[in-house]
């Protein structure tokens, strides 16, 4: 009998976005360490597989001013993860970290002293950039166009991998009295020579618990799907459907086999958000106001002009689309988001959307800007979680609650039982590295 496929869980918390509700009364500072720790200590009381933190290199900008909708004044990931490490257990601990900005072997070393202390719970998400707004803030600037940056970013996993692996897993060993000693010949000598790295010699520290910190990578473009099937453990993306969840998993599973890796040995994680109520309709009516919390007047605005490219501070958030066109040569209104590509095909497909449902800019925003992955009573968001990892569409997600530190605690004493209910998730830990818990071999 084949064995029931079990889901896979993490805990998102929140950086620069809209999704968290900032002014609800509920929401908690970020950047007190009591707010971090309780998103994860309530992760780990769930039994999730991993906490991960989104990270930013340059607060972003709306017409020359500081989007004050965004976070402002958020800690480093690494140092507040290692601090996790000290009041977590088993829960694994996952941070953004830049490949464009930091360079491996500091890199590396950072990574393998968070898997040291936290006893082999360490992840990497690996993201890149090419904008040159964020690239300011570092010597070498912007400079790296899309294909460079993915090019830079491989080379340093593989490097990054060299060095962990540069030492044997029995270059320290014990001695009869508890003492420790090394096998000078089991400590290898690493020499890099790349188009983008050139490093030579050993590195500090010994292979960490679980072998070496688990891989994310974070995309659903061609480039990004290419870089996850060769390199990562695990990829945060994002669908609105089931079926769009199959044909995304199916292409990068297919993409495994020419890079020697089994579809097992890469978990598909998409982001995902829930609401929740003790009947269909109030779960219904909490998913919509969450929403219009999320996309108030200002956001709608905010992201309408980072379609049209002009300043529409003028326009009624409440009222109709302006009926001025995009202007396609202005860049300078948002600074520090994901650019667009085609902003002439985005508008004209949002104002389709909006003359075909009668939307106001507002109603528009919220409709094309994501909804709630899961809405139901805790049985009904229990169910859709395990038939969409059943049905290959995912085979877990990063849950993304929209409020910190709290918004996860819910989720966790209402859907989190119904799910080992159906033996669909784990009733306790049966390891404890993060390899183990995502069951990468």
């Known amino acids: ?229 060769a390199h990562a453990d695990v990829i945060f993306t994002g669908h609105g459907s089931l079926e769009e969840g199959r044909r995304f998993y199916a292409d990068v599973k297919g993409r495994l086999a020419r890079y020697g890796r089994e579809p097992h040995q890469l978990k598909i994680m998409p982001g995902a958000t829930y609401a929740l109520g003790d009947t269909e309709e109030e779960a219904a009516e909490n998913a919509a106001h969450i929403r219009r919390a999320q996309v108030g007047p200002q956001t709608a605005i905010a992201f309408l002009e980072q379609v049209w490219g002009r300043d529409l501070s003028a326009y009624d958030p409440d009222g109709p689309l302006p009926d001025v066109d995009p202007d396609l040569s202005e860049t300078g209104v948002s600074q520090g988001r994901v650019a667009i590509k085609d902003r002439a095909a985005v508008a004209a497909k949002w104002r389709a959307l909006a003359e075909e449902k009668h939307l106001t800019i507002r109603e528009l925003v919220i409709e094309m800007t994501g909804r709630q992955t899961f809405i139901g009573t805790p049985r009904t968001v229990a169910r859709l979680i395990d038939e969409h990892v059943r049905a290959d569409a995912a085979d877990g997600f990063i849950l993304i609650p929209h409020l910190t530190p709290g918004g996860l605690d819910d989720f966790v004493a209402r859907v989190v039982p119904l799910l080992q209910e159906r033996g669909a998730f784990r009733a306790d830990y049966t390891g404890t590295t993060l390899r183990e818990h995502l069951d990468l071999r």
Do not use: C
């Open 1 to 229: 009998m084949t064995a029931r496929k079990q889901v896979h869980l993490a805990a998102h918390f929140p950086g620069v976005n809209n999704h968290t509700v900032w002014a609800d009364p509920r929401s908690g500072s970020q950047i007190d360490f009591a707010s971090f720790a309780h998103l994860a200590r309530t992760a780990e009381r769930g039994r999730f597989d991993f906490f991960f933190l989104a990270e930013g290199l340059r607060l972003r900008e709306l017409k020359g001013r500081i989007h004050d909708l965004d976070v402002v004044g958020r800690p480093e990931s690494l140092t507040v993860l290692s601090a996790l490490a000290a009041v977590t257990h088993r829960l694994g601990l996952a941070g953004t970290v830049n490949t464009t900005f930091n360079e491996p072997y500091e890199l590396a070393r950072r990574l393998a002293t968070l898997d040291h202390l936290s006893g082999g719970r360490a992840g990497w998400n690996v993201v890149t950039t090419s904008d040159a707004f964020t690239g300011a803030n570092f010597r070498r600037g912007g400079y790296l166009d899309r294909a460079d940056r993915y090019e830079r970013a491989a080379e340093f996993v593989r490097l990054a991998r060299e060095l962990w692996d540069s030492w044997r897993p029995d270059a320290v060993l014990a001695d009869r009295v508890g003492g420790r000693f090394l096998r000078q010949d089991a400590i290898g000598t690493v020499a890099h020579h790349g188009p983008h790295f050139s490093v030579e010699g050993r590195f500090t520290l010994p292979r960490g618990p679980q072998g070496r910190p688990v891989i994310i990578q974070a995309g659903d473009s061609g480039e990004g799907r290419e870089f996850a099937a």
